[in-house]
Nanobody, 125 residues
Framework: QVQLVESGGGLVQAGGSLRLSCAAS????????MGWFRQAPGNEREFVGA????????HYADSVKGRFTISRDNAKNTVYLQMNSLKPEDTAVYYC??????????????????WGQGTQVTVSS
């Protein structure tokens, strides 16, 4: 069964850090590019970052570039989102998603076939 499970969210003060994890079933993870998206109340789901299966290509949204880092451990079927220098505007539910090949555009949510349930990140000022 396809499954993605996020963890690591929580409440943090501005300037702090969190690391999100997304654990996937082998069938979901194998060969897939992985993306992170977020959605704040009243807003559309927005792209945060993505990483290809090999890790050779990584994309970030401009709003998080230099603060967030995506990585993956294929042996553990897990992708990570390290978030540093957090700002109140980073507050959102964060989702991981899996995109099996072929890959066209990792920036678009419609590209992804599988989604986790989301984890809440709240940054206080």
């Amino acid at each position: 069964q396809v499954q993605l499970v996020e963890s690591g969210g929580g409440l943090v003060q501005a300037g702090g850090s969190l690391r999100l994890s997304c654990a996937a079933s082998v069938r979901t993870f194998s060969g897939c590019a992985m993306g992170w998206f977020r959605q704040a109340p009243g807003n559309e789901r927005e792209f945060v970052g993505a990483i290809t299966w090999s890790g050779a290509i990584i994309h970030y949204a401009d709003s998080v570039k230099g603060r967030f880092t995506i990585s993956r451990d294929n042996a553990k079927n897990t992708v990570y989102l390290q978030m540093n220098s957090l700002k109140p505007e980073d507050t959102a539910v964060y989702y991981c998603a899996a995109d099996p090949p072929p890959i066209y555009n990792l920036y678009y949510a419609n590209e992804y076939d599988y989604w986790g349930q989301g984890t809440q990140v709240t940054v206080s000022s």
